[in-house]
């Protein structure tokens, strides 16, 4: 296994703003990332940020975006495009990308229909063809809370889009919608391209890796099995319902203690 850092998306950090009704300061949040022990961080690599998280060493592993896939004309070049160009050009191989909810984040339980998740295979291969001379790999990350579609979000990438698409693997998701994470690594072991990594106890996460119903060590087992070669980006969120006793920044170096320990 050949892990290239510790990398972090940074939704749960700005969840800590949002929730207190404070604006959002990646000044702050890059910070903690430093003192967490991170190496990188998961995000469109604006100027701005590049600039920031240069000031702090801290790498791009790669960026993330969420559209409605299973929707008709999706323009890919003045949506998708312009992030990927963006990665390119820091040096950054990991382009992510979301097939969101039908209905919208509001009401994420209907069930798309199976030419939706082929609709959204197509799109996936041909977000991949587009971005491949820029040096990039597409990967879906699976986001689906129900087993419906959870498995029809995975055929999108298996069955209907092209070989060049992989899975960016969210650990706490794909457990919340009753998939074993390990058996997943190793039916998909080709295509596991890069990671979102967080426990849960049931469908509230937990406040660090070691801590949940995700048997994490069985987890790194899977992926020293498949030789994983990628980023471990974790994705913890500290909601209110979490109840953590632990900073977000104390819960993260704990978190790479224990997958180090693992490794």
């Not at 850092?5 to 940074?10: H, I």
């Amino acid at each position: 296994m050949n892990v290239l850092g510790f990398s972090t998306n940074l939704y749960g950090w700005q969840e800590q703003y949002w929730a207190a009704g404070k604006e959002v300061s990646l000044r702050e949040i890059f910070e903690k990332c430093v003192e967490a022990g991170l190496d990188a961080i998961e995000v469109d690599p604006t100027e701005e940020v590049v600039a920031l998280a240069n000031e702090f060493g801290l790498k791009i592993s790669g960026g993330y975006m969420g559209l409605p896939f299973h929707e008709p004309n999706i323009d890919l070049e003045a949506t998708v495009i312009p992030m990927a160009k963006r990665l390119a050009a820091v040096g950054a191989k990991e382009l992510i990308i979301n097939a969101d909810p039908k209905g919208g984040w509001g009401d994420d339980s209907q069930p798309k229909t199976e030419e939706e998740f082929k609709r959204q295979g197509e799109y996936f291969s041909q977000i991949a063809a587009k971005v491949k001379d820029l040096g990039l790999r597409v990967s879906m990350h699976n986001h689906a809370a129900d087993q419906h579609n959870a498995e029809g979000d995975l055929r999108s990438v298996f069955e209907y889009a092209s070989s060049d698409v992989g899975l960016c693997l969210d650990t706490g998701w794909a457990h919340v919608a009753g998939q074993d994470c390990a058996e997943l690594i190793n039916t998909y072991k080709d295509r596991i391209y890069s990671l979102h990594l967080r426990n849960q106890e049931g469908a509230v996460p937990t406040e660090e890796i070691a801590l949940g119903e995700i048997d994490m060590a069985n987890v790194v087992q899977a992926l020293k099995d498949i030789n994983y070669e990628g980023w471990f980006t974790f994705e913890l969120l500290h909601t209110a319902e979490v109840g953590a006793k632990r900073t977000l920044t104390e819960a993260t170096a704990r978190s790479i203690d224990y997958l180090k320990e693992e490794m």
